[in-house]
């Protein structure tokens, strides 16, 4: 008789919890399901034409830089294309300081590694973007949840939270300020500010995770926290920022990139060199061609308005449902935030939901801590218009 091998694992993976998110996957294939849960760009938005002219002539003009591996830290032309990139987002950073990662994903798992031991103290949103959630438990760390508003991340609330604490109590915070997964909150820039200084006074560095801050659809642009830095006394070298072309060319790329002051990101390029070696150079030089062109320039503003649209039709949608739900409308991203009035649990509706198919992600994914049982995600980005009509028809039904 043949023994069945008992596998020892990792302390960290005996019993994992996966992603929430990708629980719901399996309700996708349901014949007729509408999904306002995933954060996925719709087919129409993505420059299909672009890429596959910048596809053609990396393979055409560098066959040898795509085919071969890569530096760790990304193609030289790929570096120089973001640099452009963060600079007309008015941050100018240095090259040595930004590197390529396998999505923005990747750059804090990277970050995850130099900065951080089991049992270090860090703050996230409540509620936050749940892979880091899981990130961040999986390397033992104890995660602090603080409050946030309509507005973003309380920084009244963080002040609160470290006073009396010790310097350097806390190592690290993570956030989105801009368009946050799951609210949609844009942080203000008194805020940001606010949130520097706090940084420097209690001695704690930033991961500022920024996938959608070109996606804004109203209102004017805000600094980032990195470009910010340098106005506030003490608070220079202490942002990591992280973004991605996921969310403005395409998610299979899996091109993101970081830029931290050079001790981290030199550190991180050694962390990536046992990960991945180096992210894909034929994703990295299709990427570079794509950008060498403009071409992001010019989809760019189709791709803003087609969100607009979408966000538009979803708030005015939401307008009828306004006696079961509450929601905060964005100025920009992919979500609405909202949450069930009269003591209705979001898990509740999300079963009927499923029942009239139409699916969204119930809140409580979304919370290290303390969750918000009536909260949910709608995300208006994957389905075209009329799709959003109907599922939020089929959303009133599923409350009613
Ligand atoms: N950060 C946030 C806040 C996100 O919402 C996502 C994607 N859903 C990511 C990071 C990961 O993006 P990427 O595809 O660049 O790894």
Known sequence: MTEQPSYRFAPAFEAPSGSAIRELFKYLSQPGMISFAGGYPPPALFDQAGLAAAAERALREAPIDCLQYAATEGLPMLREQLQALMARRGCPVALDELMVTTGSQQGLDLLI?????????????RPTYPATLQALRLAGCALAGVATDAQGLSTEALAEQLAGQPRGHFRLLYCVPSFANPTGACLPLARRLALLALAAEHDFLIVEDDPYGALRFRGEALPSLFALQNQVPGAQGR???LSSLSKVVAPGLRVGWM??????RQRCTIAKQTVDLCTSPWAQRIAAEYLAAGA???????????YRAKAERMLAGLAGLAEHLEVAP???GMFVWGRCRHGVQAREVFERAVEHNVLFVPGAAFFGDQPDPSSLRLSFAAPGLEAIDQGLERLRAAFA
């Not at 830029?259 to 981290?264: D, I, K, S």
């Not at 989809?299 to 803003?304: N, Q």
Request: charged share 15%; proline share 14%.
């Open 330 to 332: 964005p100025e920009g």
């Open 113 to 125: 590694k130099v900065l951080l031991s089991p049992g270090d103290r860090v703050l996230v949103e």
């Open 259 to 264: 830029v931290a002051p050079l001790p981290v």
């Open 296 to 306: 992001l320039e010019q989809h760019l503003p189709a791709l803003v308005a087609g």
């Open 239 to 241: 942002v990591v920022h």
